[in-house]
């Protein structure tokens, strides 16, 4: 099946700090992909949908000026976590989406853990 | 390698019950989650399972057996709302999420 991977897996960093994560689909082409957050044993919280060579959408709520969002090519989304503070330490899942014959299926990568101290 | 397996499509009735089988093998396991998905949406937590057993909530009930690698999804009283994608995600030894492709579950009235 599809495989999506993320890099890095876990990442700690300091308060003030830049981080960023890398989403690539392996085996097939994303025109879509999906950043997603998750606390602890709650639902994934979308939040921006990229699509390659345009701009992403944000969900109401996140700042894009501080998650900035780039879907450079088909295979490679990344997501930049600028200026971490504490609070936004989280589990970061990304998703990509394969469109075929009209259907679309989102393929989840296995995470980041980012702890920011 | 890791591996989550599940059904790809299943079919039931309004008001009948349905049980969605999910079963894994990984490096380690440190839970197992199920995930509700309608087109279009982010997935909705539905349970975790660390234990073996049956966790009840409402008409979902999720089980576990760690010695079989073996999960399933039990929905009852099945309603329309109901259809949508059932996503089945183990977290392995070092926290990462190892995902299955989904069941699919039709509800036909």
């Known amino acids: 099946g599809a495989v999506v991977s993320q890099h890095p897996s876990w990442v700690i960093c300091k308060s003030g700090t830049s981080v960023k994560i890398e989403c690539r689909s392996l085996?097939?082409?994303?025109?879509?992909m999906f950043w997603y957050r998750q606390f602890p044993k709650q639902s994934l919280m979308l939040m921006a949908t990229?699509?390659?060579?345009?701009?992403?959408?944000?969900e109401q709520g996140v700042e894009k000026d501080k998650f900035l969002i780039n879907h450079a090519s088909l295979t490679l989304s990344t997501l930049t976590v600028t200026s971490a503070h504490p609070e936004d330490s989280s589990f970061y899942i990304c998703?990509?989406?394969?469109?075929?014959?009209?259907?679309?299926?989102?393929?989840f990568g296995p995470g980041t853990r980012l702890t920011v101290l | 390698g890791q591996n989550i397996d599940q059904p790809t499509e299943m079919t039931a009735t309004e008001g009948a019950i349905v049980q969605i089988n999910c079963t894994y093998q990984?490096?380690?396991?440190?839970?197992l989650f199920w995930y509700q998905q309608h087109a279009g949406e982010a997935p909705t937590f539905l349970s975790y399972?660390?234990l073996d057993g049956l966790e009840e909530k409402g008409r979902f009930s999720s089980f576990l057996s760690r010695s079989k690698g073996y999960s399933y999804l039990l929905l009852k009283e099945l309603q329309m709302k109901d259809s949508a994608s059932y996503l089945c995600?183990?977290?392995?030894?070092?926290?990462?999420?190892?995902w299955g492709a989904g069941t699919k579950l039709i509800i036909k009235p």
């Open positions: 998703s990509a989406a394969e469109l075929a014959g009209g259907a679309d299926t989102q393929y």
């Open positions: 085996d097939f082409q994303a025109t879509t």
């Open positions: 990229s699509n390659e060579g345009s701009k992403a959408t944000y």
């Open positions: 990984t490096s380690g396991f440190n839970g």
């Open positions: 399972n660390v």
């Open positions: 995600a183990v977290l392995d030894s070092n926290y990462q999420l190892i």
